[in-house]
């Protein structure tokens, strides 16, 4: 599977702090994908197997439906299960290599980097495209630590595969990521956090295009 440019402008990466249920939770990302999201990640670190499964499955039928990516955080096993588009993964998750292994050759992979070696390291190992982050100070990761402006410029011109800046990106940051190469920005807080989620993607889809345009 190829991402196609346009889809990674805006990428929405779920949290469970703003849906008190599955339905609420998918009603969010359908808002997210009206409003412009070309790519959703359900992050579900602490969801047990048996609950996770069936909302990846309904989370994946609605990415379907609506036309949008869909993306498993970390659980290879649940994402081949629920027959989505692809894995994200950590460095602290399973290997890069070993995930593209598992998930075979027509499934995407994303890996979340933080330096040159690493971007390298995953895009050798079949990435197809990365998080470059902390982008900024947030709540959501409390112990990550922003990454410089220049070390974004080196993994973008290191790699020639898409990059996103993930990590406390909101509308008034957003467009300081100009001219870092980037391909898009993916978004927690800034997105689901909002009062009007369809409403929040289309103004965060017009930041990073201005931001892509400027690269």
């Given at each position: 599977?190829?991402?196609?440019?346009?889809?990674?402008?805006?990428?929405?990466?779920?949290?469970?702090?703003?849906?008190?249920?599955?339905?609420?939770?998918?009603?969010?990302?359908?808002?997210?994908?009206?409003?412009?999201?070309?790519?959703?990640?359900?992050?579900?670190?602490?969801?047990?197997?048996?609950?996770?499964?069936?909302?990846?499955?309904?989370?994946?039928?609605?990415?379907?439906?609506?036309?949008?990516?869909?993306?498993?955080?970390?659980?290879?096993?649940?994402?081949?299960?629920?027959?989505?588009?692809?894995?994200?993964?950590?460095?602290?998750?399973?290997?890069?290599?070993?995930?593209?292994?598992?998930?075979?050759?027509?499934?995407?992979?994303?890996?979340?980097?933080?330096?040159?070696?690493?971007?390298?390291?995953?895009?050798?190992?079949?990435?197809?495209?990365?998080?470059?982050?902390?982008?900024?100070?947030?709540?959501?990761?409390?112990?990550?630590?922003?990454?410089?402006?220049?070390?974004?410029?080196?993994?973008?011109?290191?790699?020639?595969?898409?990059?996103?800046?993930?990590?406390?990106?909101?509308?008034?940051?957003?467009?300081?990521l100009s001219g870092c190469g980037l391909d898009g920005v993916a978004v927690v807080s800034a997105l689901f956090g909002a009062p009007?989620?369809?409403?929040?993607?289309?103004?965060?889809?017009?930041?990073?295009?201005?931001?892509?345009?400027?690269?």
């Amino acid at each position: 599977m190829t991402i196609q440019p346009h889809a990674m402008r805006l990428y929405a990466v779920t949290h469970r702090a703003w849906a008190g249920d599955d339905q609420t939770l998918l009603a969010q990302i359908s808002a997210a994908i009206r409003g412009g999201a070309g790519i959703v990640q359900l992050r579900e670190k602490h969801l047990p197997p048996a609950a996770f499964l069936p909302l990846a499955r309904d989370f994946v039928a609605l990415c379907r439906a609506e036309g949008a990516v869909s993306i498993i955080n970390d659980q290879v096993d649940i994402a081949l299960q629920a027959g989505a588009d692809g894995v994200h993964v950590g460095q602290s998750d399973l290997e890069a290599a070993t995930v593209r292994q598992r998930l075979g050759p027509d499934k995407l992979l994303g890996v979340s980097v933080h330096n040159v070696e690493e971007a390298l390291r995953a895009q050798s190992a079949g990435a197809d495209y990365l998080g470059v982050g902390a982008a900024f100070f947030t709540g959501t990761k409390q112990d990550a630590v922003p990454v410089t402006r220049a070390t974004m410029r080196a993994i973008t011109q290191a790699v020639t595969i898409p990059v996103v800046a993930i990590g406390g990106v909101n509308e008034d940051n957003l467009l300081s990521l100009s001219g870092c190469g980037l391909d898009g920005v993916a978004v927690v807080s800034a997105l689901f956090g909002a009062p009007d989620v369809a409403c929040a993607a289309q103004r965060l889809l017009a930041l990073s295009t201005q931001m892509v345009q400027a690269r």
